[in-house]
């Protein structure tokens, strides 16, 4: 959403982020970073410990911040709303303002649970493959987890159904992805359900069409990132597409079982690997067979600034978790993957990844739910190997490339979707 925002300030518009207060207790802002954006904060009655706390005297409901920021001279035209947050489409409707829903899943993903929602797809999942409009056939294994394991997390399966409960009351809904990677779903969905436009990738302008001179990085992290220059040493001592990029995102858990099978793989596959095993994960890695790699051969960091990874020449496989936003980078800097879903939506990102966009393979589980060392070995060659099938993946992945930066470059279908939301903006708010 803050890379969202960036693109409406380079077209004329006054953007300001609103995040909670717990969580911006939390962010590491880079100092270097330059914001046209001003960010706010809205109380959700917790701490940066994320333990509940008293109404704080700085904090203002979402309502008291728009009448804050409503003035006559620059008015406030819309609510751009996470999806997850049904409750503000209510707020900017009592506000009077535009209320436009903004999904950070895929089309894909969130057609699934709108059929859910409305009763369309009978749970539990049965049979040899699910029929979605708009969607290939899909495994029941290939779908969101919450559904393949149905009760696996109550909380989060409502959380995901809650954002269909007033979406049809949306003035428009915005998806972070973009036409060309999901056009058939697009299709049906605009079709058939809502309004909607599809306006990223939303990486930085640096790492698609540099139409946005300033915009080099995201600028705002939950973690502090390691620094850059030590990082960037280690991978020009490497030759290109030979390095192995592991990381499994901010809320993957793996089991210290997974991390034993996932370090053997990589290191029988022979490659280097940068792995970024966060903090509190470290103690899960195998000691002995960790230090018995060379350290020009394995690194391993608590965090970095993935995009400046994945953009190095040096890379050329990403073992990922298949949270969407990793998907997208990896797929904007043309780096084919090794999938290794973990819950939620990441499956069926995989499904797409390995079979529509064909831009990596899948890491299949054992009988227990592990991915074995010999699949990670297996599966990682395949991926930077010279044989056929990994020929193939590299020029899809350099094929998705150029068109994620032609749909936000210039005249491209997100960069048409973003100037015709702004418009009617501008429009809304001379008229006020």
């Not at 290939?136 to 987890?145: A, G, I």
């Not at 946005?212 to 597409?241: C, K, M, Q, V």
């Not at 970095?304 to 978790?321: D, R």
């Amino acid at each position: 959403m803050l890379q969202f925002a960036k693109r409406l300030v380079s077209k004329g518009l006054k953007a300001t982020l609103v995040t909670a207060l717990h969580l911006s207790e939390s962010m590491c802002i880079d100092p270097s970073a330059s914001f046209s954006i001003d960010i706010e904060t809205i109380s959700d009655c917790h701490g940066g410990d994320g333990q509940p706390r008293g109404e704080s005297s700085e904090s203002r409901t979402l309502a008291e911040l728009i009448r804050k920021l409503d003035r006559p001279a620059q008015p406030v035209v819309a609510l751009i709303y996470d999806g997850f947050m049904p409750w503000a489409l209510d707020v900017a409707k009592r506000c009077k303002k535009l209320g436009v829903a903004f999904f950070t899943q895929s089309c894909a993903v969130n057609d699934i649970y709108y059929h859910v929602h409305r009763g369309l797809l009978e749970l539990p999942l049965s049979g040899g493959s699910v029929e979605v409009p708009g969607l290939p056939p899909l495994k029941p294994s290939e779908m969101p987890s919450f559904l393949y394991k149905l009760g696996s997390y109550p909380g989060s399966y409502d959380l995901v159904m809650k954002q269909f409960s007033n979406v049809g009351d949306a003035d428009l809904v915005l998806f972070n992805t973009f036409y060309e990677l999901e056009k058939e779903v697009v299709d049906w969905m605009s079709a058939n359900l809502w309004p909607l436009k599809t306006v990223g990738p939303t990486l930085p302008s640096l790492y698609l069409d540099k139409r946005l001179p300033h915009d080099t990085a995201y600028g705002i992290s939950l973690f502090t990132p390691t620094t850059t220059s030590n990082i960037s040493a280690w991978l020009h001592r490497h030759l290109p597409r030979s390095v192995v990029y592991v990381s499994f995102g901010s809320m993957a858990d793996l089991e210290p079982s997974q991390f034993s099978e996932l370090a053997h793989g990589l290191a029988l596959a022979g490659c280097p690997f940068l792995w970024i095993v966060r903090s509190s994960e470290q103690h899960k890695l195998p000691r002995d067979l960790m230090d018995s790699i060379p350290c020009e051969e394995a690194l391993i960091l608590p965090w970095c600034n993935q995009l400046e990874v994945l953009a190095s020449n040096a890379i050329g496989c990403f073992v990922t978790h298949c949270g969407l936003n990793s998907v997208i980078e990896a797929i904007c800097l043309g780096i084919p993957m090794v999938a290794m879903p973990q819950w939620t939506d990441q499956s069926t990102n995989a499904k797409f990844v390995e079979d529509v966009w064909r831009v990596g393979v899948r890491a299949r589980t054992d009988e227990v739910g592990l991915v074995g060392r010999e699949e990670v070995e297996r599966r990682v060659r395949e991926v930077v190997g010279r044989g056929e099938r990994g020929k193939e993946m590299a020029e899809s992945a350099r094929r998705w490339m150029a068109a994620a930066k032609a749909a936000i470059g210039e005249g491209g279908s997100s960069d048409r979707n973003i100037n015709e939301f702004v418009k009617e903006l501008m429009s809304r708010a001379s008229i006020e």
